[in-house]
């Protein structure tokens, strides 16, 4: 079994093993989301984090995710973004923390606002961070009032120290190349009883669906039965630079200042919720949490 010599970016453990790799990688406007041109992820032995064996910088990666791409449209990414699961989200965090008068949200990857719009109904002023140039536009027209919209880094973003009471990232961290760095940065604009909630994709999952679609005995059956991309060879999911385990999502937590107080497993909700929910669960149960 191939390893590489790149220690796991959460707990540093080294000489850990190739779980996959993938070529040509996936293409996000004109360049390749790896600069090597190649997608090839490592399973850490004791955290559980899935971690790309890349040279791949963050100026590389905001780089790629700033340039103009005509695929990205609104419809894109309400049916990326699941407005549904939104809604639950923010339940959540309302269970956590009850919104008050004056409370303001930042939104990192905000995309086209649908977070942000669901939290204005309780009067919970929203606002963001967002690299996609074209959602930026249409997220300060679709919130109004005034919210603010960043469009760059977290690094360079115009907030004050403590001036936020809800901070969110769903499904953005696995896109970065150092979430615990990012991570801290949000814990200096987060208020003294505010809360952070993030979402990220399921280590579990994609070791399984590695294995469903690749190394199981019927796997070139299956990819041929099933629609669209999963009909290729490419099943690892190329802009991930990250995926986490529940162990590894604690500990990057624990190591930028923050203390967990709710984890949850969600499916993928939308069209296919009623099979994703209970695949979720049943992941959980066989991986120990």
Same mark, same amino acid.
């Given at each position: ?41 490592? $399973?850490?032995?004791?955290?559980? !984090? ?18 103009f791409c005509p695929e990205v449209k609104?419809? !894109? ?98 896109h970065l190349r150092d ?39 019927? +796997? ?8 669209? +991309? ?7 999911? $190329?802009? $991930? ?18 203390? +967990? ?15 994703? !929910? ?12």
């Amino acid at each position: 079994m191939k390893k590489t010599t790149r220690k796991c970016y959460i707990c540093q453990t080294a000489d850990n093993p190739i779980m996959g790799s993938e070529s040509p990688c996936a293409i996000w406007g004109s360049r390749p989301w790896m600069p090597e041109g190649v997608y090839t992820l490592a $399973h850490c032995r004791t955290c559980g !984090t899935l971690y790309v064996d890349s040279d791949v910088t963050e100026e590389y990666l905001i780089s790629v995710q700033s340039e103009f791409c005509p695929e990205v449209k609104y419809s !894109t990414y309400q049916s990326v973004f699941r407005p549904s699961e939104f809604v639950l989200n923010w339940l959540m965090m309302k269970n956590c923390r009850r919104p008050q008068q004056g409370d303001k949200l930042l939104d990192f990857g905000c995309g086209f606002g649908e977070f942000g719009t669901v939290v204005q109904k309780d009067g919970v002023q929203p606002n963001g961070v967002e690299l996609v140039p074209q959602a930026v536009q249409q997220t300060l027209k679709t919130w109004a009032g005034g919210s603010r919209v960043h469009a760059g880094s977290l690094e360079d973003a115009p907030f004050k120290k403590g001036e936020f009471q809800y901070i969110t990232a769903f499904e953005t961290l696995e896109h970065l190349r150092d979430p615990i760095k990012t991570l801290s940065q949000m814990r200096e604009f987060l208020a003294e009883d505010g809360i952070l909630a993030l979402s990220v994709p399921s280590a579990d999952y994609f070791r399984f669906k590695f294995w469903f679609y690749r190394k199981q005995p019927l +796997s070139g059956l299956v990819r041929r039965l099933m629609p669209g +991309s999963m009909q290729g060879d490419r099943v690892l999911c $190329h802009p $991930h630079v990250y995926t986490f385990s529940v162990n590894s999502t604690r500990r990057m937590l624990e190591l930028s200042g923050f203390k +967990s107080i709710f984890v949850k497993t969600i499916g993928w909700r939308g069209k296919i919720g009623h099979i994703g !929910t209970p695949v979720a669960h049943l992941l959980e149960l066989a991986s120990g949490g």
